[in-house]
């Protein structure tokens, strides 16, 4: 196997893996549940929010 293809796989798998957790987040979406992967909470911001987060901490 060379380089090209190991390279290849490396971006397949790294696509697989993105496609999994966003089936996660629109299902928990769908289902109105909290996201929760491995065990741990997660939320989602809104670019707005985090814009806001960010000013926050450099305003401090």
Not at 12 to 36: D, E, F, M, S, W
Not at 47 to 59: P, S, T, V, W
Request: charged share 25%; with cysteine.
């Amino acid at each position: 196997m060379n380089s090209e293809q190991k390279a290849d796989i490396f971006c397949l798998g790294v696509i697989t893996g993105i496609n999994l957790y966003q089936q996660k987040v629109i299902a928990a979406q769908q289902h109105n549940k909290a996201l929760r992967i491995n065990g741990e909470l997660y939320y989602v911001q809104s670019a707005r929010e985090r814009l806001q987060d960010m000013m926050d901490k450099i305003c401090r």
